[in-house]
């Protein structure tokens, strides 16, 4: 199976899980607490990720990023993103050439 059809695949059974919720499940755990929950635990698996990848070992690396990309699809699915928006932005992205953008401005306020 090509990693497109693994993700769709993961992000239809979060999607399942917020419509059908099991007892004892993981991601309904994450959906029951609520947005600030998911929000922390993708910001934590973006550390994990960047600490990882800093030690170099790619044996760390690549079950932290699969751990950030389960907590995105479940942010996702709990906004109503879909992976057809997403592919679209990215399709849109792959268009445009030299389109570095100018540094970003600091965040004001969360």
Do not use: W
Not at 18 to 32: A, Q
């Amino acid at each position: 199976m090509e990693i497109k059809g693994v993700i769709e695949e993961l992000y239809n059974v979060i999607k399942d899980r917020k419509e059908n919720p099991i007892d004892g499940s993981y991601t309904n755990y994450l959906f029951e607490k609520g947005l600030d929950k998911i929000l922390k635990k993708v910001g934590e698996e973006s550390t994990e990720v960047i600490v990882a990848s800093k030690n170099g070992v790619k044996d760390e690396e690549v079950p932290e990023i699969c751990d950030l990309i389960y907590h995105v699809l479940v942010l996702m699915v709990n906004q109503g993103v879909s992976l057809d928006e997403i592919e679209k932005e990215l399709i849109n992205r792959r268009k445009k050439i030299q389109n570095k953008k100018p540094e970003r401005k600091n965040v004001e306020k969360i």
